[in-house]
C-alpha cells in the first residue's frame, strides 16, 4: 500500500511517487504519480505535485465546512478516469443474483464490472436468503463507494410446472402420455407433472394444444378427468425445472386470465419486506394493464419516504395489448423476452422489442431488455456470436439498460458475462455515435470555429431542429411538454457544441431523464442530494449519478462542484461542461431558475 512520502486523499486516491506501487484490486484506490515520474494517464491525472494535492487537501476542508461533498462511485470515478468522458459506459447492467454470486467476493467483482443494478428474483430462494444479499449490496455500497441499486422482482402469477417427477431436465418422447394435475404425489412418477395452480386447466377442451416453454416440447389434450389432463405428445422435447405452460386452440394462444391478481399474497408479502429493506426499483412481472401499476405505485408511496421507482415487466399477451397505457403508469418497463415467448412467437420477439424500447423512449421511460442475452455463457466462457449480435442490437436501440439472468445467477462465468456487455456496448455506442456524427455532417457545414461563435450557430440551428421534434412528441402528456423541448434543446447542443459533459443538478431526476432521453453524447453527470433519486437514475442511459449537498445558493453550488471535480482532477483545463439547472430554490415559485449555461473549465 502507500509508502510514508505519499499523500492519502480521500476515497481512496494516493499521491505517490512510486510508479510500482502495488494495491489491492480496488477501483476506488487510483495513484496519481507525482513529479519526476511517468504519468499513467496524463489527461484525467493532472495533479501532479504536492503543492496541488495540498490545494486539494485544502478544497476537502472546505467541502466538509461548507457541507458540500461529492458522493461520486469508485467505479464510473475509476472508468473515468481510465477512459475520459467519451469512453464512459451509457448502457446500464443489470445482474440477477443467485447462489452463483452471492457472496460478499462475487457481489463486489460484479460491482467493480460495473453492475448498476442487482435484479432478486422472488420467485426462488428464501426470505432469509434475498436478506443477507440485500444487506450485503448495501454494506458495499457504503464500505467500497459503489453505487449499486437493488431492485425486486415479483413472482406473479403463472401457471409453472412445480414438480415434473425428476430433479433436473426431463426427457419427452413421441406419443407418449402424460398427466397433468395439480394434485401433489410424493418421490418420482414417471409420466406425471404437478403444476402450481389448481384451476390451471379451466376452460381447456380436449384437442387443444399444451405448449412447454413456448415450445420446448408440445402435446396433444386427449381427454380431461376432473382438473387433469390427459395428454399426448405430438413434438418431444425435454422438461426444465419450473417449465411454463401455455395452452393453443388452432395455433392461437388460449388467453385466459384464471382470475388471478397480477399480485398474489406473496407477491404483496415480497413487496412489504423489499420496502421494508429500502429496494429502489419493484419490476412487477406478469402486468395484464395500466390499473395494477398505478395501484402498486400508489401503495409504495403511501408507504415509504424514499422513492421506490415500479417497473412494469411486458411478458405477456395481455401487456403486449396495452402496452402504451402500461408504460405511461409506470415507471420503467423491462421487456422480458422469456416469458414473452411463450405468448407470442418467437419471431415477433425483436420487432416487439424495438417497438417497446421506441415508445418508452417516446414516453420517456427506462427501458431493461432481459432474458437469454448470453444465455450459452450459463455453460460456457464465451459467448456465441449471435448473442454478441443481440446484445449490440439492444444497444443500438438505445435500451437504457441490459439485464443478465442465468448468467449471473448460476452460471459460473458471470464477471465474464458482464464484461462481454461491457466491451459490447462500449463498442456499439462508440459506432452509434460516429454514425450519428455522419449523418450529422450530412446536414447543415459548421462554420464557427471558436465556442463562443458555435454556440450562436447552434442555438440557430437546434431552433431550426425544434421545429421537427414537436411534431414527434404530440403524443406526449401536455405537463412535459415545455420542459421537454428545454431538454431536447440542451442534448442537441451538447452534442453539435461537442462539450465534454454535462452537468445537471436535480432534485427527483426528471430533467437528467429527460437529457438522457435524447440519448447525447456526452455523459449526463446527475448531482442530486436525493440518494433514492440517484439509486433511481442508476437504471437511466448514460447517467451518472452523484449525490452531493446542495445549497440554496445555486450559482455557489455549481462553481464548487466543477471546482472539486477539477481538483479531483476529473476534468481539465479546456474542457467544456454543459450545465443544466432543474433545482428551483425553496423561496422561488417560478421556473425562471431552470437553465443552460456552457462552462468552459479555466
Ligand atoms: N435466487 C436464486 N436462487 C436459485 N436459482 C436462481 C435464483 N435466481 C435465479 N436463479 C436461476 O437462474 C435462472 C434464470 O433466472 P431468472 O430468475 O432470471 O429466470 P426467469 O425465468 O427468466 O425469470 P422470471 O421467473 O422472472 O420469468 C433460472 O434457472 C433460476 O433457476
Ligand atoms: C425476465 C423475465 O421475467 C422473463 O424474461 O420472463
Ligand atoms: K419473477
Ligand atoms: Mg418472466
Given at each position: 500500500m502507500a509508502v510514508a512520502s505519499d499523500l492519502v486523499l480521500s476515497r481512496g486516491l494516493i499521491i505517490t511517487k512510486n510508479p510500482s506501487i502495488s494495491f489491492k484490486?480496488?477501483?476506488?484506490?487510483t495513484p496519481i504519480l507525482s513529479k519526476g515520474c511517468q504519468t499513467v494517464k496524463p489527461k484525467y491525472c493532472n495533479l501532479r505535485t504536492k503543492a496541488q494535492a495540498a490545494e486539494v487537501q485544502v478544497l476537502i476542508d472546505q467541502e466538509n465546512k461548507h457541507g458540500l461533498s461529492l458522493g461520486f462511485d469508485a467505479v464510473s470515478e475509476g472508468e473515468l478516469r481510465e477512459k475520459g468522458f467519451l469512453g464512459l459506459r451509457k448502457t446500464k447492467m443489470v445482474c440477477t443474483i443467485g447462489p452463483a454470486c452471492c457472496s460478499m467476493e462475487d457481489l463486489e467483482k460484479l460491482a467493480m464490472g460495473g453492475m448498476n443494478v442487482a435484479r432478486l428474483n422472488m420467485c426462488h430462494n428464501t426470505r432469509e436468503w434475498h436478506l443477507d444479499v440485500i444487506r450485503k449490496i448495501k454494506q458495499l455500497n457504503h464500505e467500497k463507494l459503489f453505487c449499486v441499486s437493488v431492485m425486486i422482482d415479483t413472482e406473479g402469477s403463472q401457471i409453472h410446472v412445480v414438480d415434473h417427477g425428476e430433479p433436473n431436465s426431463v426427457k419427452v418422447e413421441e406419443d407418449s402420455i402424460w398427466l397433468f394435475t395439480a394434485i401433489k404425489f410424493e418421490g418420482s412418477r414417471p409420466f406425471t407433472v404437478k403444476a402450481n395452480y389448481a384451476g390451471f386447466s379451466e376452460g381447456i377442451e380436449v384437442g387443444d394444444e399444451l405448449v412447454i416453454d413456448g415450445g420446448m416440447a408440445s402435446f396433444e389434450v386427449i381427454e380431461k378427468v376432473g382438473n387433469d389432463l390427459r395428454c399426448k405428445c405430438t413434438d418431444p422435447g425435454v422438461f426444465l425445472p419450473r417449465a411454463k405452460l401455455s395452452f393453443r386452440r388452432n395455433g392461437i394462444l388460449v388467453e385466459?386470465?384464471?382470475?388471478?391478481?397480477?399480485?398474489s399474497k406473496k407477491d404483496w408479502d415480497d413487496i412489504e419486506f423489499g420496502i421494508a429493506e429500502g429496494v429502489d426499483f419493484i419490476a412487477m412481472s406478469f402486468?395484464?394493464?395500466?390499473d395494477s401499476v398505478r395501484h402498486l405505485k400508489k401503495y409504495v408511496s403511501g408507504k415509504s419516504s424514499r422513492s421506490i421507482k415500479v417497473l412494469a415487466k411486458i411478458e405477456n399477451l395481455e401487456s403486449l395489448q396495452k402496452f402504451e397505457e402500461i408504460v405511461e403508469a409506470s415507471d420503467g418497463i423491462m421487456v422480458a423476452r422469456g416469458d414473452l415467448g411463450v405468448d407470442i412467437p418467437l419471431e415477433q420477439i425483436p420487432t416487439v422489442q424495438e417497438i417497446i424500447i421506441h415508445v418508452c423512449r417516446q414516453l420517456n421511460k427506462p427501458v431493461i431488455v432481459a432474458s437469454?442475452?448470453?444465455?450459452s455463457m450459463v455453460e460456457y466462457p464465451t459467448p456465441t456470436r449471435a448473442e454478441v449480435a443481440d446484445v449490440s442490437e439492444a444497444v443500438r436501440q438505445y435500451a437504457d439498460a441490459l439485464m443478465l439472468s442465468g448468467e449471473s445467477a448460476i452460471g459460473p462465468f458471470g464477471q465474464k458475462a458482464v464484461s462481454v456487455l461491457q466491451m459490447a456496448s462500449s463498442r456499439m455506442e462508440l459506432w452509434s455515435r460516429e454514425e450519428n456524427r455522419q449523418s450529422a455532417l450530412c446536414g447543415q457545414r459548421q462554420l464557427g470555429e471558436s465556442l463562443h461563435d458555435r454556440i450562436a450557430e447552434q442555438i440557430c440551428n437546434c431552433a431550426v431542429d425544434m421545429g421537427g421534434y414537436l411534431l414527434l412528441f404530440l403524443s406526449i402528456p401536455d405537463h412535459l411538454n415545455s420542459a421537454l423541448l428545454d431538454f431536447i434543446y440542451a442534448s442537441k447542443l451538447a452534442n453539435n457544441l461537442g462539450v465534454d459533459a454535462i452537468f445537471v443538478y436535480t432534485k427527483h431526476g426528471h430533467m437528467a431523464s429527460l437529457l438522457s432521453r435524447n440519448r447525447p453524447n456526452p455523459p449526463i453527470f446527475a448531482f442530486t442530494n436525493d440518494d433514492s433519486t440517484r439509486m433511481a437514475l442508476?437504471?437511466?442511459?448514460?447517467v451518472i449519478p452523484v449525490l452531493v449537498n446542495l445549497s440554496d445558493d445555486m450559482e455557489t453550488n455549481i462553481a464548487k462542484t466543477i471546482d472539486l471535480i477539477k481538483m479531483k482532477g476529473m476534468v481539465k483545463y479546456g474542457d467544456a461542461v454543459l450545465v443544466v439547472l432543474d433545482l428551483t430554490p425553496a423561496?422561488?415559485?417560478?421556473?425562471?431558475?431552470?437553465s443552460i449555461q456552457v462552462k468552459t473549465i479555466v
Open positions: 484490486s480496488h477501483v476506488s484506490v385466459r386470465n384464471h382470475g388471478l391478481p397480477t399480485l402486468v395484464c394493464d395500466a437469454q442475452l448470453l444465455e442508476n437504471l437511466q442511459w448514460g423561496h422561488v415559485t417560478s421556473t425562471a431558475f431552470q
